[in-house]
């Protein structure tokens, strides 16, 4: 394997004509790379899908199915969540990092699920986005992996780091960088596009590495 620099000068003045087809010929490689690509977190319900993504900020999947292997025992329903005693749900969470805050998100969304919504995890992004803890990253991928409901693409480390090598984005913020991939990427495409570039950036284009197999980079 050829490793070279991954930077390529791609810039704004880029038709966005000419961007969009780059995007579509980059996610037709991606497809054929990883035609598998899905979430790597593990859950048996809805509820333990959000759980697992609220865990997940800052924290590798394999740590947090490490803890959810145990925790996901315990806990199955937004009930069994709401009445958590927070000072053990800490404990139990620690492992995850920023414990305190996520267990009292996780405690907080869970009440507000059984209260409003009738213990069911809402189905709209306006609703979902109203629970504690949860922006429009975890929405994303939580509605769209609970539901199937594309509202728009999850934004997290890996799809920040190459779309903006790939010149997709000159934006940091999220939100932002989920606007300029949505005028790209076909809507059919927003929610695999996700989870195709984590496989990529996992598997290839570590963060680790000054250096990776740029094969990505280079589609015209």
């Not at 996520?102 to 986005?129: D, H, R, V, W, Y």
């Not at 199937?148 to 000159?170: C, P, S, W, Y």
Request: overall charge positive; proline content about 4%.
């Amino acid at each position: 394997m050829v490793f070279v620099e991954c930077s390529e000068p791609w810039t704004k003045s880029e038709p966005i004509a000419d961007k969009r087809i780059r995007a579509l010929r980059v996610d037709r490689f991606l497809k054929r790379e990883f035609p598998k690509a899905r979430i790597a977190l593990k859950y048996g319900t809805n509820i333990q899908l959000l759980v697992a993504v609220i865990l997940s900020a800052q924290c590798t999947d394999k740590k947090v199915n490490e803890v959810t292997e145990k925790l996901f025992k315990k806990y199955k329903t937004a009930a069994d969540f709401a009445s958590a005693d927070s000072v053990e749900f800490e404990r139990e969470v620690k492992p995850t990092g920023f414990y305190r805050n996520k267990a009292k998100n996780i405690i907080g969304a869970c009440k507000l699920i059984q209260e409003k919504f009738k213990s069911k995890l809402p189905k709209t992004m306006e609703e979902i986005l109203t629970l504690p803890g949860v922006a429009r990253k975890t929405a994303n991928v939580v509605l769209g992996n609970a539901y199937k409901i594309t509202e728009g693409i999850a934004v997290d480390t890996h799809m920040i780091r190459i779309n903006q090598k790939l010149g997709f984005t000159a934006n940091s913020d999220p939100v932002k960088i989920e606007k300029d991939l949505m005028e790209l990427i076909p809507r059919k495409d927003w929610f695999g596009y996700t989870y195709r570039i984590i496989e990529y950036g996992r598997k290839v284009c570590s963060a680790r590495h000054k250096k990776c197999d740029c094969d990505i980079y280079k589609i015209r």
